[in-house]
């Protein structure tokens, strides 16, 4: 196997993770305006995923809609619906992501960081940091991979690139990198867990 990648993922991951934690311990200087500049990044992709994960489930919906009309209404199947309504639901599930870990919505180390205050906690976040940032690494590599391995094959039903739907890893790992690291920069209370037992 070739480990190249998952030594430049290693490398890359530790230069996210320190730049991070450079840009995120300061309020002045150039400290802030990299962080400011992120996270104006950031405003933009998570608008951008949150609208193409909405217009995904929005397209599978329509699609799976569709399905069932011809199915029973006109009872001549579509054999476009459900390859469409599968490639979509794949779209919104890797972009989405991106919204949920910006908001940090997915299943987290919550507790371990409510135990802990100063250096250990920060310490805590970075390396869930780092943890998300090697996945996502290993996802676009793989998935970009995948993507160029099936770019002559067709999706049954629908007459296109089977690389359109693989390209959903490596384009929904690059928006969740972003929106893992302007959580870590941008860290906002989760109202349910604030509020817990």
């Not at 993922?9 to 230069?15: D, E, F, S, Y």
């Not at 310490?123 to 676009?140: K, P, T, Y």
């Not at 690059?174 to 929106?179: E, K, L, S, T």
Request: glycine share 8%; charged share 15%; aromatic share 8%.
């Amino acid at each position: 196997m070739n480990v190249l990648p998952l030594q430049i993922m290693g490398v890359a991951t530790v230069l996210t993770v320190a730049l991070a934690l450079w840009a995120g311990s300061g309020e002045t200087g150039a400290r802030a305006q990299v962080r400011r500049a992120f996270l104006g990044v950031d405003r933009l992709t998570s608008g951008a995923a949150a609208i193409l994960a909405a217009l995904a489930m929005a397209v599978a919906v329509a699609a799976g809609a569709w399905q069932v009309v011809a199915r029973f209404a006109t009872e001549t199947p579509s054999v476009w619906s459900e390859a469409l309504v599968r490639t979509a639901v794949i779209w919104m599930a890797f972009i989405g992501v991106a919204v949920a870990l910006r908001a940090g919505a997915l299943v987290s180390i919550d507790v371990a960081r409510r135990l802990t205050r100063g250096a250990v906690r920060r310490a805590l976040e970075a390396a869930s940091l780092a943890s998300i940032l090697s996945i996502l690494g290993v996802m676009f590599w793989f998935g970009w991979m995948m993507a160029e391995r099936v770019k002559f094959q067709e999706m049954a039903g629908l007459e296109v690139s089977m690389s359109w739907g693989y390209a959903a890893i490596p384009i929904g790992a690059c928006f969740a990198m972003i929106g893992a690291v302007a959580h870590f920069l941008d860290r906002q209370p989760a109202d349910e867990l604030e509020t817990a037992l």
